[in-house]
């Protein structure tokens, strides 16, 4: 029987895994949970990088050496921004633009996030379900030693450089899941957390009420794909933020931080074969090519299937 797989996800390195089971799985037994902490309005526009990371990648538009927006992407929008004097520290292509005028168009006339990524999915043929975390607002915010940033001036305007004290994420308490979001975790066989940046792309996803319990409670096994190759994030600043943090760059630290949900977790076969206190797995875990991907992909499956098989019937 071929299993139905629910993924947790942020954006590029999320969206690698969720290629690579969208390669071995049929459309309608693939959804992933996205997080919507990084969503946030600029010039007037409603934009979920996330989301549209995922989209980008799963239609194949994505820009695979830029690692973030559009193929092919061109830039008149922000030239002529720029010769207004207009805020040019968040890049918004001409292709991009679309997306952001639509759902922004959309949202003004009532319709909630998930209705508009769904309608966008099917025009652009994407299979799998690709649900928002919840269509409430919640934004990440980072107490850093330069005061409190949002999640885009932290990661883009100031490149991650201000050390992180605290995250937060402003709204999570009132938020309720998507629709479909505890129904598909519910109905799952095998539930992927992706090698995202657990505290700032997996984190606000856990924060919404009702899903962590939902995890905890499913009875599909709830595997980890470990961010830490060889001792260090492949991307990003997940290793940076953990230092700050006053964590161990450890595949022992990341089971431990999703100690309350978690049943196994993936880890690279580069790094020591401590044992991170759940039951692992160890593989080639970096993702270059779409082989790469789908390898992962069936790695992380086969640990969940394992650790299903062991329990109790
Ligand atoms: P963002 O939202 O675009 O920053 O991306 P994510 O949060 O989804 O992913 C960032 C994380 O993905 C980083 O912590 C990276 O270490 C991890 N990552 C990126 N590429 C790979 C890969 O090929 N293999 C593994 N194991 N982790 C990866």
């Known amino acids: 029987m071929t299993p139905r797989v629910v993924v947790l996800t942020g954006g590029v ?40 990371t ?25 030239s002529a921004l720029r010769t207004l004097g207009g805020a040019d520290w968040f890049q918004l ?14 949202r003004a006339q009532g319709q909630p996030l998930s209705q508009i990524v769904a309608n966008f999915a099917q025009a652009w043929n994407v299979g799998p379900a690709v649900l928002p975390m919840t269509n409430d607002p919640v934004a990440t915010m980072l107490t850093t030693d330069e005061g409190e940033l949002d999640f885009q001036h932290y990661f883009v305007a100031r490149r991650c450089a201000p050390v992180v004290r605290a995250i937060r994420f402003q709204g999570a ?18 539930i992927l957390i992706a090698p995202s940046n657990p505290y700032l792309s997996i984190d606000p996803i856990l924060a919404v009420p009702g899903i962590a ?17 060889g001792g260090q994030a492949v991307k990003g600043p997940t290793a940076k933020l ?23 977790l993936l880890l690279d076969e580069r790094d020591p074969p401590a044992d991170p206190g759940v039951t ?4 080639d875990t970096l993702m270059h090519t779409l082989e790469d991907r789908i390898r992962v992909a069936r790695a992380a499956l086969v640990l969940a299937e394992q650790i299903s098989k062991s329990r109790p019937q």
């Not at 989209?55 to 929008?77: D, I, M, P, V």
């Not at 308490?173 to 095998?190: H, K, S, T």
Request: a negative charge.
């Open 213 to 229: 319990a939902a995890l905890a409670g499913a009875k599909a096994a709830v595997v980890a794909i470990s961010p830490i190759v």
């Open 280 to 283: 692992f797995a160890t593989a």
């Open 173 to 190: 308490a009132q938020a309720r899941p998507a629709p479909c979001v505890l129904a598909a975790i519910a109905q799952a066989d095998a």
């Open 93 to 106: 292509g001409d292709g991009d633009l679309a997306l952001h005028i639509l759902r922004t168009d959309a």
């Open 13 to 52: 390195g999320g969206a690698k895994l969720v290629l690579g089971l969208a390669q071995i799985l049929p459309p309608s037994n693939l959804t992933a949970i996205v997080n919507t902490g990084d969503d946030f309005t600029h010039l007037g526009l409603a934009i979920s990088p996330d989301i549209d």
């Open 54 to 78: 995922l989209l980008y990648t799963l239609s194949g538009k994505a820009n695979a050496a830029q690692g973030w927006g559009r193929e092919g992407e061109s830039w008149s929008f922000m």
């Open 242 to 264: 953990m230092a700050e943090l006053g964590i161990a760059i450890t595949n022992t630290a990341i089971a431990t931080h999703y100690r309350a949900v978690l049943n196994g």
